[in-house]
């Protein structure tokens, strides 16, 4: 299996995992303050609701395909758009399943926003990791910069040791 695939998986897993599972179980935890109750036999179904229209989030706007190395401004609002949908995606199936699946309207609000914040985060966490590690930019991305200083004396030692 090429690098390439286990990435793409490993991503996809990751944002599934956290999307559907632990977003969804906070979002229950949230709304009924730890006391789930009644709507414990609920979680489960819910949970799948929303993994599914997770995944279809994920392959319509190809969120595994983008890097989370050089994540910025477009990669986070294409999150966002992606997220959204993911919202209203689950909204209306978990009103059409509501036989199984009858949760306040509440808590996809909090599923969604705990969702943009944590695949937002883990992104821009991965970002920050690359950046202050040894796994960084690349070097060789980099030109050397070439400056001929003349007649400068210790301003020009200065600039020297700034270069």
Request: glycine residues 10%; proline residues 3%.
């Amino acid at each position: 299996m090429s690098i390439y695939r286990r990435n793409y998986i490993a991503k996809l897993a990751i944002d599934l995992f956290l999307g559907s599972v632990l977003c969804a179980f906070g979002a229950f935890y949230l709304r009924f303050e730890g006391n789930l109750g009644l709507f414990a036999g609920r979680l489960p179904w819910y949970m799948l609701i929303s993994g599914l229209c997770l995944l279809a989030a994920e392959f319509i706007w190809k969120l595994p395909l983008r890097s989370w190395r050089g994540t910025g401004i477009l990669d986070l609002m294409t999150l966002l758009q992606a997220m959204l949908f993911f919202g209203l995606a689950t909204s209306a199936l978990s009103f059409f399943a509501r036989e199984i699946v009858a949760v306040p309207r509440s808590v996809t609000a909090i599923n969604t926003l705990l969702a943009i914040l944590t695949l937002g985060g883990i992104r821009v966490l991965y970002r920050c990791y690359c950046e202050r590690s040894k796994r960084g930019p690349r070097q060789g991305w980099v030109k050397p910069k070439k400056i001929l200083i003349i007649g400068a004396g210790d301003a020009g030692s200065l600039i020297c040791l700034l270069y």
